[in-house]
C-alpha cells in the first residue's frame, strides 16, 4: 500500500543536492520515496543458523587448534623462531707450574674460495673474475705464490680452502679487499707457544681438533671448556631477540690445567740432552727430573721431538714419549736398589765384604765385570764405584732368591707405576718360577739385567731412597685452577717401603760414587750429589743386539738434605767410549746446576771435623 507524505502548513523544502551530482539550474528536486519490505520469517532463521553454524565451526576449529594441535603447532614455531648454535668446542689452557702458557686456545682465519662467485668490488653485476686474477690479489697478503693459490682452485667451483690458522688481524685485511667469492670462518685454533718444548708431555690436536697424543688425548674430558648449544629467538624480520637465554647460557669457564712441570728446568734439560744425543750419533735420549717427597715431576723431556703446531711435518714415531711406554734393562743404575733390599732384609750389612774375581759361572753362564778387570775383596761402597757385577752377583747371594723375587714385585718391577702420565705401560719381571728354577735369573738380575721397566720407574725407584724408603707416584698436573689463582708444590707422601736408616745408608754410599767413582763427571763444588752410572746391553725380542748399549746416570741431591732424583737416559750412543759417565752424566750435572738455581737450594757448609 502506497503511502502518502504527509500534509503541511508550510512549504516543504527541497532536498540537497546528491554528492557527485551538479542540479540543473532552474528546475527543483523531487522527494526520492524509499519503499519498505517485511523479510520473511523464514528468511531471517535461515540466516541465524548459518551464522550459528559458522562461528561455532571457527570456535570448534580454534578449540582443535589450541588444545589438540597446540603443542605440535608451537614446536614448529619455536623452530622456524629459534636458531641453534652449537658450542664452538673451546679447550681450556695449559700452564706449567709458574703459569707460563703451554697450549691455548686462540681465534684464527680460515680462507675459503668460491671461484664461480669471483667478483671485484665496482665491477659490471654480471662480470665474473678468473682464479688467476684474485691469486694476484691474494698473494701478496696470505705471503704464497700465485700459483699455488692457482692450483689449489684448480677447476673447482666452490669450496676451496686457500688457507687457514691465519691472525684475526690477516683476516680483515683480506676482507677489506671486498672481494665476492672469498668467505672466512672464524674459531678457535690450538696454539702451543713453547712449540717442541713440552710436545713429548702435551700432545696436540689435528685439525679437525680430536686429541691425537699426550694429556690432551689422556685428559680430553678435563679439557674441554664447559659449553651449551645456545637457543637464540629471532623477531620475524630475523632479529636476535633476548628471550629465551637462560642464566649461565653465555657462561664460559676460565679454569686451566696445571701441571707440575718448569718451563726453564725444561728448555736446560731439552738443550743439553739434544746436544750430548747429537754428538755421540745415539738414537734418542731422556731426561727426568723428580722432587721425591711428593711426586711432582719438575722436567720431563725426549728427543728427537716435534712441533706440535705443524705436527703433520713429522713422523707418528715422535708422538709417543718413549721415557714412559718403552722398556729397557736398567743396567747398574739398579744396583743401589738391590743393595737397599739386601740391607732392609738384613741379608747384608754396612760392613759386608765381597771378593771380585773379575769372572764367574753360574749355571753354565759367564758373567765378567765391564772393563773384566777384578777388584779383589771390597766393601759394598767401593761396589757401586767401580760398578763391580761380580761384587753385586756375590752380595746377593746372601738373600734367598723367593724372597729377592718377592721384593722385586713388591716394588713393582712388573706393573705399571700409578701415575697421571699418559700411556704408562708395565715393566717385564720373570715368572716366580722361572726365577727360582735358574740360577742365572737372580744373578744378572743383581746387575739390573734379565728384566725390564721404564726409565720413569727407574726414576721413581730411586726417589724411594731419597724420599727416606717411601714410594711416591709419579705425577704432572696440579689439577685445574681458576683465574690467576696456581696451585703449590704438593705434600710430601708415599708408601713406606724401606727403613729410612737404610736409604740414608744408600744415599750416603751413592755419594762416594760420584766423589770417588764412575760418577766423578757429576761433581759441582760446594754440594753434595749422590750418583750412579749406567752402562747395560740393549736387547730386542730377547736377544741381546751386539754393540748395542743404552747408558744412563741418576743423579740424588743434596745428599745432606735430600729432595730431588734426576734420570738421564742415552739410548745406543756410538763410539768405543760411550758409557753412562761419559754420556749421560754430563748432561744430569748441566741439568741439576739449572735445578740449583732455580730452586734456590744453598751449597752446603762445611762440616766440623
Excluded at 327 to 348: C, H, R, V
Excluded at 360 to 387: E, K, M, R
Excluded at 431 to 455: K, V
Excluded at 462 to 478: C, F, Q, W, Y
Aim: positive net charge; proline residues 7%; hydrophobic residues 40%.
Amino acid at each position: 500500500m502506497r503511502r502518502r507524505p504527509p500534509s503541511s502548513s508550510r512549504p516543504a523544502q527541497a532536498p540537497a543536492p546528491r554528492q557527485g551530482r551538479t542540479a540543473r539550474s532552474g528546475s527543483s528536486s523531487k522527494h526520492r520515496i524509499l519503499q519498505l519490505h517485511p523479510v520473511p520469517a523464514n528468511r531471517l532463521i535461515t540466516v541465524v543458523v548459518l551464522l550459528c553454524l559458522g562461528l561455532g565451526g571457527l570456535a570448534l576449529r580454534l578449540a582443535w587448534l589450541q588444545v589438540v594441535q597446540g603443542s605440535r603447532l608451537e614446536a614448529r614455531a619455536r623452530q622456524v623462531q629459534t636458531e641453534k648454535q652449537n658450542p664452538l668446542g673451546r679447550r681450556r689452557s695449559i700452564v706449567d707450574r709458574t703459569g707460563r702458557l703451554l697450549a691455548i686456545d686462540e681465534e684464527r682465519v680460515i680462507v675459503w674460495a668460491h671461484p664461480r662467485y669471483f667478483h671485484f668490488p665496482g665491477d659490471d653485476p654480471g662480470q665474473r673474475r678468473t682464479p688467476r686474477e684474485v691469486a694476484l690479489k691474494l698473494a701478496p697478503l696470505l705471503g704464497v705464490d700465485p700459483e699455488t693459490l692457482i692450483q689449489r682452485m684448480g677447476n673447482q667451483k666452490s669450496g676451496v680452502k686457500l688457507a687457514n690458522n691465519l691472525e684475526p688481524s690477516l683476516g680483515s685485511r683480506l676482507k677489506a679487499l671486498g672481494i665476492d667469492g672469498i668467505d672466512f670462518e672464524h674459531g678457535p685454533q690450538r696454539v702451543y707457544p713453547q712449540g717442541s718444548l713440552f710436545a713429548n708431555v702435551v700432545g696436540f690436536l689435528n685439525l679437525e681438533r680430536v686429541p691425537q697424543a699426550g694429556l690432551e688425548q689422556s685428559r680430553e674430558q678435563d679439557l674441554r671448556s664447559q659449553e651449551m648449544q645456545i637457543g637464540i629467538r629471532k623477531g620475524g624480520d630475523g632479529t636476535p631477540l633476548p628471550d629465551g637465554l637462560g642464566a649461565g647460557s653465555m657462561f664460559r669457564d676460565d679454569l686451566k690445567l696445571q701441571l707440575t712441570l718448569d718451563t726453564r728446568l725444561q728448555r736446560v734439560a731439552q738443550m743439553e740432552l739434544a746436544r750430548q744425543v747429537k754428538k755421540w750419533s745415539a738414537k734418542r735420549g731422556a731426561a727426568l727430573v723428580m722432587d721425591a717427597r711428593n711426586g711432582e715431576l719438575l722436567a720431563l723431556t725426549s728427543v728427537p721431538t716435534y712441533d706440535p703446531n705443524q705436527f703433520w711435518r713429522h713422523t707418528p714415531g715422535l708422538f709417543r714419549e718413549w721415557s714412559v711406554q718403552d722398556l729397557y734393562e736398567p743396567g747398574s743404575t739398579f744396583k743401589p736398589i738391590n743393595l737397599a733390599i739386601g740391607l732392609q732384609e738384613k741379608a747384608i750389612n754396612a760392613n759386608t765384604r765381597v771378593n771380585d774375581t773379575g769372572s764367574l759361572q753360574i749355571g753354565g753362564w759367564p758373567i765378567f765385570n765391564n772393563d773384566h778387570s777384578a777388584h779383589g775383596v771390597i766393601d759394598l761402597p767401593t761396589v757401586l764405584q767401580v760398578s763391580s757385577n761380580i761384587g753385586m752377583v756375590r752380595a746377593m747371594q746372601h738373600l734367598r732368591p723367593a724372597l729377592y723375587w718377592q721384593w722385586l714385585d713388591r716394588l713393582g718391577i712388573g706393573s705399571a707405576p700409578d701415575t697421571d702420565l699418559p700411556g704408562a705401560v708395565s715393566g717385564q719381571l720373570k715368572p716366580r718360577q722361572t726365577f727360582l728354577e735358574n740360577p742365572i735369573e737372580p744373578a744378572t738380575a743383581a746387575f739390573g739385567q734379565g728384566f725390564a721397566l721404564t726409565p720413569l720407574k727407574v726414576l721413581q725407584l730411586h726417589a724411594m731412597l731419597v724420599n727416606d724408603g717411601k714410594l711416591v707416584s709419579p705425577h704432572i698436573t696440579r689439577g685445574l685452577r681458576s683465574g690467576d689463582d696456581l696451585a703449590g708444590p704438593g705434600l710430601s707422601n708415599g708408601r713406606q717401603m724401606l727403613d729410612p736408616a737404610v736409604a740414608r745408608l744408600v744415599l750416603g754410599w751413592l755419594e762416594t760414587v760420584v766423589n770417588k767413582g764412575s760418577g766423578k763427571a757429576a761433581q759441582i763444588p760446594g754440594y753434595r750429589i749422590g750418583g750412579k752410572t749406567g752402562t747395560a746391553q740393549k736387547a730386542a725380542n730377547g736377544v741381546y743386539i751386539p754393540g748395542a748399549r743404552i747408558t744412563s746416570f741418576v743423579a740424588h741431591l743434596p745428599v745432606d738434605d735430600p729432595r730431588y732424583v734426576v734420570l738421564v737416559v742415552v739410548d745406543e750412543p756410538q763410539g768405543g767410549n760411550a758409557y753412562g759417565s761419559t754420556v749421560a752424566a754430563p748432561v744430569a750435572k748441566s741439568i741439576v746446576e739449572a735445578l740449583l738455581v732455580i730452586e734456590q737450594i744453598a751449597p752446603t757448609k762445611p762440616r766440623l771435623r
